[in-house]
C-alpha cells in the first residue's frame, strides 16, 4: 500500500514526489513511457543531444534572490542554486512587420523600447505593469483572475499593434485558450517572461530532470518506467488504487495525476463519458536546424524571436492545414550567457516553433507523415528567415517534433502542450483522495510545472491524515 | 531536549529549509518573517520536519507559535523535553 501514487514522471510528478518522499511517505510515480520529463524530455539522436520542449526556462532568477517561484521550487525541493545553475539570456525580440520590440531579464530595456517605438504608449505600460496581480492572487479567488486578458489591456494602451505584440510571447509560452487569455494567466506569464525573464542550463533540461530524478530516488522513492496506469480503482466514492496496462494492480491511500484532467477522469472506474470538448486544441510542431557553425557568425545573437507576418496575432489551432505559418518562435540555446569553465555549445541551433493541428498530422499515413515532416520544416524555416537572417546554407542535420510526438511523450489529449483552458487551480476532483497537478491543474512551463507538483503534494498530501 | 538544543535544532532546520540564508546574525525576540525570507510554506516546511524528525505533532491552530525563535523555543519545551 502506496502512501501516495503519483501519475507521470514529469516536472510537476517528480516534484511533488520529492516533497512526499522528502516526508516519509511510501511514493511510487508511475510513467507509461520509456522515459521521464513528459513534454520536458530529451532525446539522442545521431550522435547529438535534443531537448523536446525546452527553449527557455522562464522565471529567471539569479544566485541570492529569494523571491520568486525558482527561490521558492529550490527551497522546496531542498536544492542550491548551483543545481539548476542557469545561464542568463543574451536578449530577445518580438518582431511584427515594419516594428520590433527588444527585451532581456531587465523591464527596463522593454520599457526603453516602447518608448522609442510607441511614445504615446508608455505611460499605459507602466499602469498595466503596477496592475499586475502578484502570485499570491494566484490561486483563482482573485475576481480579476478569469477576465480578458484582451479587454484589461485595452483598458492602458490604445494602440492595437502593442497589445498584439505584447500578447505573442506570453500565449506562445503558456497560454492554453484561443484567441483570448486569462487575465491571471496573462500576469503568471508576464511577470515569469518579462519581468523574471528568461535563462537556461548548459546541458538543458536533462540537467534538470536527472536532478529531480536522483533526489526523489534518494529519498527511497519508487519510479516505474513503463507503467502505464490503464484505470483508477474507485470503491465507494473513493479511488482505492490503479491497475496497470499489463493488469497489475497498486494499492494508495491516494493518487496525484499528472495526466491532464479530462485524461485523469477517463481513467475513473466510475465516469463512463469525460466531457472531450473541453480538451486544448493547441498543439505545435518544432524543426530543429544543426548548423555547421554559431550562429551570432552568422549575425544572429537572439535568445528568442517571437515573430508574427501581420498587425494582428492569431492564436488559434489551424483548422485547413497542417501548421499556420503566420506566426512562430524562433530560439537559438547557443544564445545564452554560459560560464567561462562552460564554454559554449558544441553546435550551434536554430529551433522554429509553429502551430499545428494534432488531427491532421495523426490522420496521415506513415509515409506521408514522413514526407509532411520535411515539407512542413522547409515551410517554417522559410517563413522564419523572414525574421533572421538565412541559415539555411549552412544546415548540417535536422529533427522536426510533431503534435503526434508530443501526445506519444505526454498523452494528452490533442497533443494539446499547454493542457486544457479551463484549469483546476485547486486540483481536486470529484473524489475526495484524487488529486491533479501539472498542466490541467495551473501554472505552466517548467518552473511553472514544478511548482504545481509542490504545491499540490504541500496542500492534499502532507496533510496528516485525519 | 534543553530550550539551548531546541534551538540548536530549529537551526539546523531553518538552515535545511533555506542554506542560503544567513543565521547568524538571527534576533531571537523578532519576528522570523521580519528576518528570513521566509514564507507560508517555509512555515509549513519547519512543522513538518519537526514532525519528520522527532515525531512532533504541532496542530494548525499553534502555528503562531512559531512566530520567533524565542516564542517558538518556548512553545517546544515541554512537548521535547523528553526526546
Redesign the interface.
Known amino acids: 500500500m502506496y502512501d501516495t501514487i503519483i501519475i507521470g514522471a514529469g516536472m510537476s510528478g517528480l516534484a511533488a514526489g520529492i516533497r512526499l518522499a522528502?516526508?516519509?511517505q511510501r511514493v511510487c510515480i508511475l510513467e507509461r513511457h520509456y522515459t521521464i520529463g513528459g513534454l520536458n524530455s530529451f532525446y539522442r539522436m545521431g550522435g547529438r543531444d535534443y531537448d523536446v520542449g525546452l527553449h527557455a526556462m522562464t522565471n529567471f532568477a539569479r544566485k541570492?534572490d529569494?523571491?520568486g517561484p525558482l527561490?521558492?521550487l529550490i527551497?522546496?525541493l531542498?536544492f542550491?542554486?548551483e543545481d539548476f545553475k542557469l545561464a542568463e539570456q543574451i536578449g530577445s525580440s518580438i518582431r511584427f512587420p515594419g516594428v520590433s520590440l527588444d527585451f532581456n531579464n531587465d523591464i527596463e530595456l522593454l520599457e526603453n523600447e516602447i518608448a522609442a517605438r510607441f511614445p504615446g504608449q508608455i505611460d499605459g505600460f507602466r499602469s498595466l505593469c503596477e496592475s499586475l496581480l502578484d502570485y499570491s492572487d494566484m490561486d483563482g479567488g482573485s475576481p480579476e483572475f478569469m477576465r480578458s486578458a484582451r479587454e484589461v489591456l485595452q483598458e492602458h494602451l490604445s494602440e492595437p499593434l502593442l497589445i498584439e505584440m505584447l500578447l505573442c510571447p506570453l500565449m506562445w509560452y503558456g497560454n492554453a485558450r484561443q484567441n483570448d487569455m486569462d487575465y491571471g494567466q496573462f500576469c503568471i506569464m508576464f511577470r515569469a517572461c518579462y519581468l523574471e525573464g528568461f535563462g537556461r542550463p548548459y546541458k538543458g533540461v536533462r540537467t534538470i530532470l536527472k536532478n529531480l530524478v536522483r533526489k526523489f530516488r534518494g529519498l527511497g522513492g519508487e519510479l516505474k518506467l513503463r507503467h502505464g496506469v490503464s484505470r483508477i480503482h474507485v470503491e465507494n466514492g473513493r479511488a482505492v488504487g490503479v491497475v496497470l496496462d499489463d493488469g497489475t494492480e497498486l494499492e494508495g491511500k491516494r493518487i496525484l495525476s499528472s495526466a491532464g484532467n479530462i485524461e485523469t477522469m477517463r481513467m475513473c472506474d466510475d465516469i463512463t463519458a469525460p466531457e472531450v470538448a473541453k480538451a486544448g486544441q493547441l498543439s505545435f510542431i518544432e524543426s530543429i536546424s544543426v548548423l555547421d557553425r554559431d550562429p551570432q557568425e552568422l549575425g544572429f545573437d537572439r535568445t528568442i524571436v517571437f515573430y508574427n507576418d501581420s498587425e494582428k496575432f492569431h492564436w488559434q489551432r489551424p483548422d485547413d492545414h497542417l501548421c499556420d505559418l503566420r506566426t512562430g518562435v524562433i530560439c537559438s540555446p547557443n544564445n545564452y550567457v554560459y560560464d567561462a569553465d562552460e564554454g559554449q555549445l558544441p553546435d550551434g541551433v536554430v529551433r522554429i516553433t509553429t502551430l499545428a493541428n494534432h488531427d491532421h498530422w495523426c490522420e496521415l499515413p506513415e509515409n506521408k507523415y514522413q514526407a509532411a515532416k520535411v515539407t512542413q520544416y522547409d515551410a517554417a524555416v522559410a517563413s522564419a528567415v523572414r525574421f533572421m537572417p538565412d541559415f539555411r546554407s549552412h544546415v548540417v542535420a535536422t529533427d522536426v517534433f510533431t503534435p503526434k510526438t508530443i501526445r506519444r511523450f505526454t498523452f494528452h489529449d490533442n497533443g494539446a502542450v499547454y493542457g486544457a483552458p479551463d484549469k483546476q487551480l485547486d486540483g481536486c476532483t470529484h473524489l475526495p483522495n484524487l488529486y491533479l497537478c501539472g498542466t490541467d491543474q495551473g501554472f505552466v512551463g517548467i518552473v511553472g510545472a514544478i511548482v504545481s507538483g509542490?504545491?499540490m503534494a504541500?496542500r492534499h498530501c502532507?496533510v496528516?491524515d485525519a | 531536549m534543553t530550550p539551548a538544543e531546541i534551538r540548536v535544532e530549529i537551526l539546523d532546520i531553518l538552515e535545511d529549509i533555506s542554506p542560503d540564508e544567513d543565521l547568524n546574525g538571527l534576533d531571537d525576540q523578532k519576528p522570523f518573517r521580519d528576518q528570513l525570507e521566509l514564507d507560508s510554506m517555509d512555515f509549513l516546511d519547519i512543522v513538518m520536519e519537526l514532525r519528520k524528525r522527532h515525531r512532533v505533532q504541532i496542530p494548525e491552530e499553534d502555528y503562531g507559535n512559531l512566530a520567533s525563535m524565542e516564542s517558538t523555543v518556548t512553545y517546544l519545551e515541554p512537548k521535547m523535553k523528553d526526546i
Open positions: 522528502h516526508f516519509d541570492g529569494k523571491r527561490a521558492k527551497r522546496q531542498r542550491g542554486w509542490i504545491s504541500n502532507l496528516p
